[in-house]
């Protein structure tokens, strides 16, 4: 670890994830001294500790293992952030928190003119960790109204891993936590440990050029499903989903609108809020006939065995 530029030095910090690209930070919290004071965020100098996300990601490098550290503090954006450096790692300032909280403290939300698009659009593999996101995206559109997209109309992302992340409503108007659509391929991305709560039409939202999803120890309250399905550009074919284990609802929120489409997948080991005739659109015969085969699962009546 070297230790000749100074204890805050960009030399001076090693990734958690070991050797790799450079560090980046991300501060706007330049309003007053003492919420930097003694903290090891630098100010913002757009060399290495950026006011903006978006510039923190220009400056990053594909394939290089970049990693970019997000001050705690609200982030607020008049256009969409672009998530398109491949291999790059995203972190909110943890502050000791539990991941329940920290997302909320370290938030990207949409300014109140900003009503069409999401606050993050991803379209290459990434990890983000520990951030919030608020959209006032009023598109009504299949995937549009959400306030993260990975992939989109026309494009894919391969290889996304969020974790410890929070969508929450926060009263704004868009009707989608995450989106998951592929105008081109999206595929082997995981979405684990995070929070959706609000008035959603749905948690997630899955369509198109989609496959090798995973979704698993997600928690999902006072939204209509916790997961919903538009077409699949192969009828469902290679989508091999799954689902599991270890996605909450919380009643009244339901498992999962798979509107008809087939899919096919494996959704087990989860806790839906809400007893089994009513937890997904469909009953969970037909659920499977569809191609998503449910495996212990547990529901709000006590049944265990999805019979």
């Known amino acids: ?8 030095s960009e030399d001076a910090i090693v990734s958690p994830f070991g050797p790799g690209g450079r560090v980046f930070y991300v501060n706007t919290n330049t309003a007053g001294a003492a ?15 950026f006011a903006t996300l978006q510039a923190a990601i220009d ?38 928190m539990p991941h329940e909280s920290r997302g909320e403290y370290c938030s990207i939300y949409a300014a109140a003119a900003f009503t069409d698009g999401p606050v993050l659009t991803i379209t290459d ?16 559109t299949f995937f549009g109204g959400a306030a993260v997209l990975i ?7 391969y290889g996304v891993h969020m974790q410890y992340c929070r969508f929450p409503k926060w009263g704004f108007t868009n009707r989608i936590g995450l989106s998951i ?21 749905s948690g997630i939202y899955v369509q198109g050029a989609v496959g090798h999803i995973t979704l698993r120890r997600n928690t999902f309250a006072l939204c209509t499903y916790a997961i919903t399905h538009g077409d699949f550009t192969d009828d469902g074919v290679n989508t ?21 489409k087939a899919c096919l997948g494996t959704v087990f080991g989860n806790y839906w809020g809400t007893a089994e005739v009513a937890t997904h659109d469909l009953s969970v015969d037909n659920t499977e006939v569809l191609g998503l085969k449910c495996v212990g699962n547990y529901y709000g009546d006590e049944e265990r065995d999805d019979e």
């Open 59 to 96: 400056a990053c490098v594909s394939s290089r293992g970049d990693i970019i550290y997000v001050a705690r503090g609200g982030y607020e954006v008049s256009e969409t952030i672009n998530v398109n450096k491949t291999g790059i790692s995203i972190i909110g300032q943890t502050f000791g």
């Open 181 to 201: 659509a592929g105008g081109a391929a999206t595929s082997n991305c995981c979405i684990e440990d995070c929070e959706f709560e609000g008035a959603f039409e």
């Open 151 to 157: 992939g989109g109309a026309a494009a894919g992302a």
């Open 1 to 8: 670890m070297a230790t000749g530029r100074g204890r805050y």
């Open 125 to 140: 593999g990434c990890y983000i960790s520990g951030l919030g996101f608020a959209s006032r995206d009023v598109d009504a």
């Open 240 to 260: 091999q989903m799954l689902y599991g284990p270890g996605n909450v609802t919380v009643s009244p929120t339901r498992g999962i609108d798979t509107n008809s």
């Open 35 to 49: 919420r930097n004071a003694d903290r090891p965020w630098y100010v913002a100098d757009e060399t290495i500790c």
